[in-house]
C-alpha cells in the first residue's frame, strides 16, 4: 500500500511515496503492533494549533462581535440592513434607514466604527412585513391577537418590550403602514424595524425557538387588507 503526502496536507513528510512493508527486518511476518506503528507514522496526524493561531481565531471573532456577524447573516437573506444607535432605535447614518444595504464591505465599515450598534432592517427593501404586537403600560397587543386570525405562519421574534415581531414576505408588494389598527397592534411596513440581537435597556430581540432559519410565509390576505389606506409617517418600532 502506497501513500503520498499530496493526500495529507499536514504532514511532515517529504513528498517520496512511503511504502508500508508488511514483513520485518529479518523477513518475518511483522507483528500486530509493528505494524500499527508503521501506519501511524506513514499518515501522521494533522498538528495541533498553537496558541498563536488559537488566539487569532479568537481575536477575528471578537473583531467581528455577534452584531456585525448577524448584520452580514442578514444581507446573505437578501434583507438591507444599517447601524442602529447602541441601546437605541435611531438609525446612525446620515440617510437614516434609506442608507441600508446588503453590501458587505459597507456592513464591515459600518460595524468597524461602531461594533456594539443595533441592527436596522429597511422593511420595504428587504420585502419583509411585520405584525408589532406592543406593551406599553396597561395594553397588552397580545389581548388583540385573536381579532388578527392565526399569525403562526410568520417567523417571531421577540421584543425586548415583552412584545413581538410577526415577520411576513410582502411578495413584493409592500401593503401600507398602519399603527394602532387594534390596541397594541401595529402593521408595518414604508419603514424599519430593530432586529435581534439588538439591546434596548440591557434586553435583547430574540428569535422564537427554531425561527431564525425559518422560511417567510407570505403575508395572509386579511392582514393586507387591513392595512391603511394611505401611507403613513415611517417610524421606527
Known amino acids: 500500500t502506497k501513500h503520498t503526502d499530496h493526500e495529507n496536507p499536514y ?9 508500508l512493508k508488511l514483513e520485518s527486518d529479518q523477513g518475518q511476518t511483522p507483528t500486530l503492533a509493528e505494524i500499527a506503528e508503521r501506519v501511524k507514522s506513514a499518515f501522521p496526524p494533522a498538528p495541533t494549533p498553537t496558541t ?3 488566539l487569532e481565531k479568537l481575536e477575528k471573532i471578537d473583531r467581528e462581535g455577534p452584531m456585525l456577524q448577524q448584520a452580514l447573516a442578514y444581507a446573505e437573506k437578501g434583507w438591507h440592513v444599517f447601524p442602529v444607535k447602541p441601546g437605541g432605535k435611531a438609525p446612525l447614518c446620515y440617510n437614516g434607514f434609506k442608507d441600508s444595504t446588503i453590501d458587505k464591505r459597507q456592513i464591515r465599515e459600518w460595524w468597524k466604527v ?4 443595533n441592527i436596522g432592517i429597511d422593511l420595504d427593501a428587504s420585502g419583509l412585513f411585520v405584525v408589532d404586537v406592543d406593551m406599553h403600560g396597561e395594553v397588552n397587543g397580545f389581548d388583540s391577537l385573536p ?3 392565526d399569525l403562526s405562519a410568520g417567523a417571531l421574534v421577540y421584543t425586548p418590550s415583552g412584545g413581538a ?8 408588494n409592500p ?5 394602532g389598527i387594534l390596541p397594541g397592534i ?3 411596513a414604508n419603514g424599519y424595524i430593530v432586529a435581534a440581537p439588538s439591546v434596548i435597556k440591557g434586553k435583547a430581540y430574540e428569535w422564537g425557538l427554531a425561527q431564525a432559519g425559518k422560511t417567510l410565509a ?3 390576505d386579511h392582514i393586507r387588507q387591513m392595512s391603511a389606506q394611505k401611507p403613513a409617517t415611517a417610524k421606527e418600532q
Not at 504532514?11 to 511504502?19: A, I, L, M
Not at 461602531?114 to 450598534?117: I, K, Y
Open 11 to 19: 504532514s511532515t513528510h517529504t513528498n517520496e511515496p512511503t511504502e
Open 52 to 54: 498563536g493561531e488559537l
Open 114 to 117: 461602531a461594533p456594539l450598534a
Open 147 to 149: 381579532a388578527l386570525g
Open 165 to 172: 415581531h410577526y415577520i411576513y414576505s410582502n411578495g413584493g
Open 175 to 179: 401593503p401600507k403602514r398602519k399603527t
Open 186 to 188: 401595529d402593521l408595518l
Open 218 to 220: 407570505d403575508l395572509p
